[in-house]
Structure formats: C-alpha cells, structure tokens
C-alpha cells in the first residue's frame, strides 16, 4: 500500500466515523432532551411539550443513535459512500423545505438540519470520490 493510498483511506475512514457521529450526537439529544428539541424546533403552535411527543421524538432519537452505532461498525465502499450520502441528505431536503417554508412548522434552527443534511452529501461524494479505486472498504 502506497502512502498516498493510506492517506486516502485514513481521510475516508474519517468522513464515515464523521458521519457517524453527526448521527450519534443529533440522535443522543432527541433521546435524552425530547423537550429541548421540541422547543428548539417547533414554532409555539405546534409545540405539545407531552410525554406522547417526548416519546416520540426519543423513538426518533433511538433511530438515529441506530444509524450512527451501523456508521461506526459497518465498512463502506465507494457506492456505499455515495448511496448514503444520497439517502441521507435528498429526502430531508424536501421534509425540510415543506415543513420550513410552506407548512411553517418549524423554527429558523430546523436550517440546522437542512445544513447537517449538506454535510451528509457532501461527506457521501466526498468519501466516494477518495474510495472509487480502492478495492476494499474502509
């Protein structure tokens, strides 16, 4: 292996860890503060501040905690990068802008999670990018 070729994979292995921990850290909060979340996000008006919609978003939350834990364990390849980047960011653009700007439901801070979904594409074609000649996973 050549030292270009482990810097290339070191880079890699890091921007999936990244990821990862995107998810860990955003799913840990929903989990362990649902009410913060909930107040963070949603305009006044859609807030229930309830142990329903505390549940709800620790369910939310647990899912995410999920997704990162996969992150950390899983070996990605190249296609692997990119279909999760893509997985990871599309559908949330949309949810984002239909409940941000048409529904109104949420606060200017949901704009986090329209960037932290940037980052998801960006690390998935970056990650691509480096892995598409390598022949294992990182």
Do not use: K
């Not at 700007?101 to 998935?124: C, K, P, S």
């Amino acid at each position: 292996m050549t030292p270009e070729n482990t810097r290339t994979r070191t880079l890699a292995r890091r921007l999936r860890i990244a990821q990862a921990l995107i998810f860990l850290v955003l799913g840990g909060w929903c989990v362990l503060a649902p009410a913060m979340v909930e107040r963070l996000s949603l305009l006044p008006e859609y807030r229930h501040l309830s142990p329903t919609s505390a549940l709800l978003l620790q369910c939310f939350g647990a899912q995410a905690v999920l997704v990162g834990v996969l992150g950390l364990l899983a070996r990605f390849t190249a296609r692997t990068f990119l279909l999760f980047g893509l997985a990871a960011s599309l559908p949330f653009f949309v949810f984002n802008a239909w409940f941000v700007f048409v529904r109104e439901m949420f606060t200017a801070l949901m704009l986090l999670d329209f960037a932290g979904n940037l980052a998801f594409l960006a690390i998935g074609i970056a990650g691509w990018r480096l892995m598409r000649g390598e022949d294992r996973p990182v």
